[in-house]
């Protein structure tokens, strides 16, 4: 079992730039897959971008270009960096994590959640 923690959300105006951390506090994140993912009022959950265990990147069509998600094993933290914000971007974000290193954009994929961050984006 893992605790995942996810930190960094707020407030911010459209075309403003923000950065998400996934943390665990028990666990090294270096062993696991890891996922970020969005829910807004009134929709599903849906992918934003992955990363592996050897870093390599996954990212939804709505996001590329804009987001950027990576990760510091020597910090235990996976980072979403997310850029040119758009008022449609607000959701609460959810890291996950999965021992496995395919089909990362699925939520099924993942085994560990974290509790979510909100995001708001005004314009």
């Known amino acids: 079992q893992v605790t995942l923690v996810e930190s960094g959300g707020g407030l911010v105006q459209a075309g403003d730039s923000l950065r998400l951390s996934c943390t665990a506090s028990e666990r090294t994140l270096s062993i696991y897959s890891i996922g970020w993912f969005r829910q807004a009022p009134g929709n599903e959950r849906e992918s934003v971008a992955a990363i592996t265990r050897r870093k390599l990147t996954y990212y939804a069509d709505s996001v590329k270009g804009r987001f950027t998600i990576s990760r510091d094993n020597a910090k235990n933290t996976v980072y979403l960096e997310m850029s040119s914000l758009k008022p449609g971007d607000t959701a609460v974000y959810y890291c996950?994590?999965?021992?496995?290193?395919?089909?990362?954009?699925?939520?099924?994929?993942?085994?560990?959640w974290g509790q979510g961050t909100q995001v708001t984006v005004s314009s």
């Open positions: 996950a994590a999965s021992d496995w290193s395919d089909y990362l954009l699925l939520s099924n994929t993942y085994q560990h």
